[in-house]
């Protein structure tokens, strides 16, 4: 999981100049727009946004485009919604801090969608930002997603809330969607991170120490994504936009909750993590304590041995011992109970 | 002691979709409600809530509801008492933070019971859901368990002044018997903390540490469900709902300081803990020492010896040592000599 | 020191409920009573407090209770005195953080005296009440002590201002003889700190750190103990009861700032346990580094040495060197050599 | 990187005595005009500022001057501009925090330029003061750099808005120039970071830690350099100086949240840099625990093989294994055995 | 540096009581007056403060006093300028924490100085506390020192504002004076901590760690020492006492600045030291790490050689190889060729 930051290329333009988003310069943008009310829903794929009928349609528009380099669409949608260039330099800048803000016309705001990459086997973070102008909502991501699918069934549908709500409630939608799907990506972390508890429990292994690094890496990752997520909703609550009207607000603050639930998450994650550390390294001198256990149990009992064999090979003369009749089994029979003795002592000092 | 966190299997679904908690699944829910005044008190085991009844009775009104299992239950309890379908989502979504919610005709407080387990010898977190209204109030628990016994006892028996107060009195005696009952569960804590620490103390073996980090584990869990009570309690002393009256305020203090209290022991056991690894840590540190010490020892005694011995096991032709009558004996005492000095030695380093 | 948490037993009981402070339960409180002005100063000790004539009496009352053993006595002092019966259940309730409370007819404080108990050769932590009435005081203790004496020659013999001022003057008084106290223990504290500091410098042992983590504990506890007090004084002095007139306001202050100073001398010792922590680690590893490097440096002169007289101990028939006259000469001067060589080694190492 | 910190000379003398910043003494400052409106743009090096003219341009001017040395210059500028003695001081006090003053003719703002020094192949912290006037923009630089080419390009060419714009908008160009500026240094860290991560992870040595230690610092030090930047820009945006026109405040809010970006990543560095230590620690201890490993499989297994050999080696007259035809060979048998037990017991162990 | 607690011997006297300062109390304390407006400047050394003449001045009185030992002189100041007792108090208990309060008729303001005692070659704080009165300033000196020698100087020549301001100025002044000195003292710790750094990573030894924790400990004193005084600062920024003109507020802002920048200094000292020890307990790793390797390596190298020679020396009577010609020289070849091994297998496991 790494994050991507290009801002350097950017140094020395004017402010507000779009640049498109590297990765996906050479693919067209992916445009939908679903226009609909209470009792009617069109859906259409289109290659350009059509700005005075969008405007002036009486019914919500909610527009998807998928893709940040076509930098004309930008220019053009700036100058059709009028939104401010800094704004649109901000939606093509995929390493934005989740924020808020609170334009004349329009809410904009950024946050972050965390997904799951079965290609790299890793997470992968994605920017979306979305605005809210009058009766109209706007979505812009990197790349073509499966999040919000849910959504866009039940708006085909008509079923629950979302056709009889205003555009405010497709915002509230679009956010729930990303802030739900947090859940699913700590379920995968929870899973790793228990892996990496069990092997450090059970066979710790000089690896290990770089997993847990890792795995605090991509938590704090998370964590600086999600973070801020909290203090726009916030925002969002205390704000008194009247494009977001207070029927709407107890959604907020559902999501609001939810939020703090994932990041509450993320640091139980981290502490986590860092007693894991503390096991391992705990675990690393006590197996260096087993090791210094067995070289000091066995050195113990056969240098003194060997120095005893080592004396009667010494080729003095005049060595009474040596010519004794029991001298060898005597010798061998103090070895023994020195070998005894050894364990014994071992025994007491619960090495053994 | 593990937390029950199934919101991911929610994603996708439209916000305010009410979904049975899993485990109890297939069991009816069992209802009890308490009618009182000041001059008497009704008791009943009821399959449902007779709205109009309850709502219309001139006396206060205690529903408890044990089990979280039946959701067309609680599509009517919504529209019999004119309960948000958010809330009924969070009643029933047993991993939400404890937190208070002051909505037009009604507050939901959020809280978490602890529990010790005795099947499992662990600790167990519960989800308890307040619903204060107008005389009445609604409890929701996952599972039927005792610690209300004591007030209903006291509303039976008419002790107290629980008969003579109104319904945010039984709102503060439920809380009060939570909290009350946390108390006990830090006992519990302190005892196994205590056993931990002797066992590092006098003992300490290479799953010590694994026993701290799962305590820690368990008192940052405790803290997460408990801490946020802290801010409930002062929401509360600072609300101006009128389903809350001044006279009752004192006794919410009271239980601000209790919830305090229990916070303060939380952090005392989390810094205890972490001091013990502490002391895990350089005890082991200490034991490798020891281990390391005893084979300094032999091996400084008797390496030097044994290279003595080894020495005059030579078969050069021209030793003239061997030949000499005393040459054994003077070795001897040469060999007692360098144990005398290497003991001084230790002794002098303070290794014996 | 063991701070005395019985909160356990109270679980299940209707709050307000008073029960008696175990250990005192069979002593008869024993009670005293100054009544004073600036020209007179009556002392007795009384077994019932008179409530009528206190009530009454132009002069400023000053009740001691010590012992919380007769609830009988707590239940007439609340109906005598006008007292809330949650304030009785926490004069009783001898684990409670400090607090103050601002009721209607009087201030509730709740403070911790630190004793030096010679028996246990231990820190001994004290819960004090005081209740400031209009021109009535009224201070509980666990048991007698002597801090208060100072006070109670001063009101005897008319010196200084306390017979000239009011009520609130005996509370400031009585807070000022407690926290006067803090300084003579954190004296204590310092003296026993520095013992361990010079143990961990000189001659660190295995006990060192338990020794370290004890005191640790005690020093959290009396910061558990003494750090909520500043929150209570700068309450008083936002305050704007009128039991506690503008003119008294300075003192407080004073109290205030040498609250202050004990906190911030908690935090020098919490830091400073922390740094001689990490030395004794520290020496501990390089007692290690020196039982190694006597054990490698022993190890690295003999072993060689060893294996050559194990060449020339070998009985190979054709071993020309051994037939030499020189033979056993020069090898004793390669031997030496070897000696010398190793001994520059180790110098240039450092490691003699 | 090592900070200048030059401060102690001033001690004793009066404040708002102005002393040149001693590296640059004897250079001639450089000092260069732009004067220009939208359709015009005059360019000059200058060696003394013509005030009056300056001060009735109806243009807008911006003076930048690189060298702090002279100290006359200086006090021109401060009666030319009417800039008060404290504002200069702080100009030529080159280890100033950064900081924004509001003072009633001018803002005064201070910020750190990082710069990387190809010479030193360290990174270089350079003060940057910026004083906003009436129509006027003056700033100030330890030495002549190049971050600002790129603006006085715009302004040459009159592309963007820059021309269009009024002196606010020149301030907000330099210090976006400045920050943009830090996007770069952060690369630069990133790959010294992540060549020290492959150290660690891949053969960390003894220098490893140093080399961390040494980046903590630097980190650090552009922490201390970066953070209070925010604030600056915090208290522009909740200014109400009538010298930054509302219409601006989008940019500098723009580039306060590139000023939190840039501070989040130097805060991931820093955690990033103390997991590293983590993990080097733990691998040193691993590496230890290699070494033991292979000394005590050898002395494991030939310790007892060496005694076997000495017992057989001693020179006792009865030792019936000497003389049996078979004892050398089933001897080498048993050593075989005791081998393979060895080595099924290290492998057990998991040691081999 | 060891700081001054005293404060225990005050315990059970009244409030109030003026206590000399222990090591002074024998000397006289020395008191000196300047009197002086813009034109002229009186300079005396008195014994005893004319009261009436300096009340009445017209022009501006800064009176200082070296030595805290006279209290009856104390008492006489009380009462000469209308003092409060506790102000005195504080005056003469020297660990007093910066401070500053705000009086009806003066400022009283404590802070530390901090001074390099050539005689322990150790820091000393020491206390200096100002009053400022209307025209008059009185400065209270635990001994005579050097620091405010420039400010005379500058008030006898009359150079500078001094002589033209009033007496706020000449508390700035003094402030300044001691605040300037700090710089001086973060230079000597600089320096020191350098030495430290060097040593740590050149040649740790085991007094290192105990240097780290002393300047740990002498770091979080200066702290203690200064911080508070950035509060004190601020408190005077934002009063409104009329005693402090606003035209003098840009000089105390321009000290608060300097406070902060001290401030930093320290916390990059603290983090500096705490970096250190982690280098100085991974450098004993690797010494350890060192010393293991040349064991392991003399160890592994000699101790089957050995084997191999006391294999050959074994008494066996039927030992083909021992009467072979060849035995003795293909022995050696099979010795060389084992080292040549084990050479290679350090190489490539880097130990070499």
Redesign the interface.
């Known amino acids: 999981m790494r994050e991507k930051?290009e801002?350097?290329k950017?140094?020395?333009?004017?402010?507000?100049s779009l640049i498109p988003v590297e990765e996906e310069q050479r693919k067209t943008p992916r445009i939908s727009i679903f226009e609909y009310d209470e009792s009617h829903c069109t859906e259409r794929d289109i290659t350009e946004i059509d700005y005075p009928s969008v405007l002036e349609s009486k019914k919500i528009n909610w527009i998807n485009i998928d893709g940040l380099s076509d930098t004309r669409l930008f220019e053009r949608i700036g100058s059709g919604f009028n939104i401010?260039s800094?704004t649109l330099?901000?939606i093509l800048t995929i390493?934005?801090?989740p924020?808020m803000?609170n334009h004349e016309d329009y809410l904009y705001i950024v946050l972050k969608m965390i997904n799951w990459d079965d290609g790299t086997a890793d997470l992968e973070v994605e920017q979306v930002s979305l605005l809210l102008l009058r009766d109209t909502v706007l979505s812009f991501q990197e790349k073509t997603g499966d999040v919000f699918?849910?959504l866009r069934e039940?708006l085909r549908r008509g079923?629950?809330?979302?056709r009889k709500e205003e555009a405010d409630y497709i915002v509230?939608?679009l956010m729930?969607?990303i802030v739900?799907?947090y859940?699913?990506m700590?379920?995968k972390l929870?899973q790793e991170i228990e892996q990496i508890e069990e092997e450090v429990?059970e066979?710790p292994e000089?690896s290990t120490?770089?997993e847990i690094?890792k795995m605090?890496?991509q938590v704090?990752?998370l964590r600086?994504s999600i973070w801020p997520l909290r203090e726009v909703l916030a925002t969002i609550l205390r704000s008194e936009s009247e494009l977001i009207r207070s029927h709407t607000l107890?959604?907020f603050?559902?999501l609001y909750?939810?939020t703090?639930?994932v990041i509450?998450?993320l640091e139980?994650f981290r502490?986590?993590l860092a007693?894991?550390?503390?096991?391992?390294?705990?675990?690393?001198?006590?197996?260096?304590?087993?090791?210094?256990?067995?070289?000091?149990m066995?050195?113990?009992v056969?240098?003194?041995?060997?120095?005893l064999?080592?004396?009667?090979?010494?080729?003095?003369?005049?060595?009474p011992?040596?010519?004794h009749?029991m001298?060898?089994p005597v010798?061998l029979l103090v070895m023994a109970l020195l070998v005894v003795f050894f364990l014994l002592f071992f025994k007491r000092?619960?090495?053994l």
């Open positions: 930051v801002r350097s950017k140094t020395g333009l004017p402010p507000g401010h800094l330099e901000d390493d934005q801090r924020k803000e699918d849910p039940r079923t629950g809330r979302t509230y939608s729930d969607a739900d799907n859940f699913n700590m379920d929870r429990i066979d000089t120490s770089v690094h605090r890496n704090a990752m600086r107890p959604y603050r559902d909750d939810h703090v639930k509450e998450t139980m502490d986590n007693g894991l550390l503390d096991i391992y390294l705990s675990s690393v001198s006590n197996k260096m304590n087993e090791v210094m256990k067995v070289l000091t066995i050195s113990t056969f240098i003194p041995l060997s120095f064999a080592g004396l009667y090979g010494m080729n003095f003369r005049y060595m011992e040596l010519n009749r001298g060898y010798l000092k619960k090495w």
